[in-house]
Each structure stands twice: as C-alpha cells, then as structure tokens.
C-alpha cells in the first residue's frame, strides 16, 4: 500500500492532512484483512503493518469514537500475545511513529493493558477454510431461535 511506503519512517502532520475519506477506508480495511494474515501466516512485520495501517486510518477520520477503535484493537492486541509480541511493544512503535493527538495516545494505554481479551471486546476466535479468523460475538441475549425466550432483565 502506497500510503504505508510514505509512512515508513515517521507519519507527518503534513501527510495526514494530504489523506481524504476514502485513504482512510482503503487502510482501515486493509489493517484489517492483514491483522488476520498476520496471525495466519505468524508474521510480525504483517501486524505491525495492519496497526499503522489502521493508527493512520482512524487518525485521519474526523468522526472517531476512541471505543469503537478499542473494540478493534483487541484483534491486534490479541494477535500480539499469540506471535509472542509485548503488544506494549507493537503498538508504542505504532505510536511512536505518528504526531500527537489521541490515536498514538490511545495506543500507548491500550498496548499496555494486561486485560484485554477477545470475549470482553465482544470478538469470537473461529476456524475457517483459510485457517484463523475473527467474528463478532453474539450479545449475550442475543436469541438464536425464533422459539427462544426473550431475555431476561
């Protein structure tokens, strides 16, 4: 991705300012097909390019909700421990290498965590033909048949 060769090295103000609505979709969906390979294939250099790739994404999106972001990160702070990575480590370099503001910030605590899972993030682990993959977890009253009971409360 042509973004992340200009990227390589330190992500400017300059560079962000340059990136539209669509470069931010192009790398958030990108950040996110790679976290999957990276897991797959057992690559760091993979992972460490999906975080930028999705650091840079959200840091150029006007509308952020640094939750919804946390709720994603989970997959790449995950994806860390199971590559034997300090996912402390993964994103302070992610961070490290953008401006200020609170993307690098947000990086920075979260890689920090020692409680992150995919169950409290609301993400499933699954088999697929391809090998590993992620889904979003059903919500805990989520009712699996039309013959179910409602919840209760």
Known sequence: MEI??????????????CLIDSDSIALRRYGWRQVTAALRQRSVSLLR??????AIGEAVRADSDERDVMVGLAVYHFVAVQLGQSPAEIFGDAASRLPDGWVPDLLREFGGRPDITLDAFGWLLIQTPDGPGFTPAPPPYARHRDS?????T
């Open 49 to 54: 390019d999906a975080l930028l790739a999705i």
């Open 148 to 152: 179910d009971p409602p919840p209760h």
């Open 4 to 17: 992340l060769e200009l990227a390589r090295g330190k992500v400017t103000a300059d560079l962000l300012g």
